[in-house]
């Protein structure tokens, strides 16, 4: 089951590499498919299959030779390894593969805040669409549980919010805040505490070193994405585990 699941989100990942530069912009998804974004050259049959046309020309567009983006390397092969992870942590294959997808998701949005500085709503919107349409699905976890995780996600996203003020516009944004409440509506409750917290946690330890260092200023942009996906990875995997560890011991 893992290697089957690892070949799906191989594909899920190079699909959503070769969509990626249209998951932030007005360009409609629907058009021809390209691989290089410098000339935007159509794509060539090499590079239909994950990783095969990257590693076959060194990284390099065949047509005007610009250093290609490492996300091909990194969605396909992320994908790969997180659905192969889904698949040991859930007993249930049709779970497993939906855990795989939102952890796919997860590194997306990690990627997209990291190059653009963007939680796109072409990829959260239609997240927590999926995450509320497949509620049910989830073996462990009730539907009340899931629509619980999103009250608790946006009444923990609006106090983070409001707490952020004083640091700048920058500091939180309202990308954070759907993030935060996709989170919710993915892990449920009480595992979103566990995800909220965990991912809040790792990023003002990143925020704090950065600024005692002088590498940031106090109201200098630094990503949460990353660290809310994060956050929401271990939630997704382990969050329940976590969360009665915590209180039975």
Known sequence: ????????????????????DRLYTGEALAGPLYRCP??????????????LGFLGSAGRCPDCRA??????LVLPAGGAALFAASALVFD????????????????????TDLERRLIPNRVVYPSLALAAALS??????????VFAGGLVAAALAAGILLLSFPFGSDAFG????????????IVGWPAVIVGV???????????????????????DYMPHGPFL??????????GQDIWDWYFDR
Do not use: N, Y
């Open 1 to 20: 089951m893992p290697v089957l699941a690892a070949f799906i989100g191989l594909l899920l990942g190079h699909a959503l590499d070769l969509a990626f």
């Open 38 to 51: 410098a000339c935007r050259a159509g794509l060539r049959p090499a590079f239909a299959a994950p990783l």
């Open 67 to 72: 250093p290609l983006p490492r996300r091909a």
């Open 92 to 111: 249930q294959f049709g779970a497993a593969l939906l855990a795989g997808t939102f952890a796919t998701v997860f590194l997306v949005l990690t990627l």
């Open 136 to 145: 049910w699905a989830w073996p462990d976890t009730s539907v009340v549980e």
């Open 174 to 185: 309202m990308g954070d805040v759907k993030m935060i409440l996709l989170i919710g509506l």
């Open 197 to 219: 917290f965990t991912g809040t946690l790792a990023a003002g330890a990143a925020a704090a070193f950065l600024i005692l260092s002088r590498l940031r200023g106090r109201k």
């Open 229 to 238: 996906a994060l956050g929401g990875l271990i939630a997704l995997f382990w």
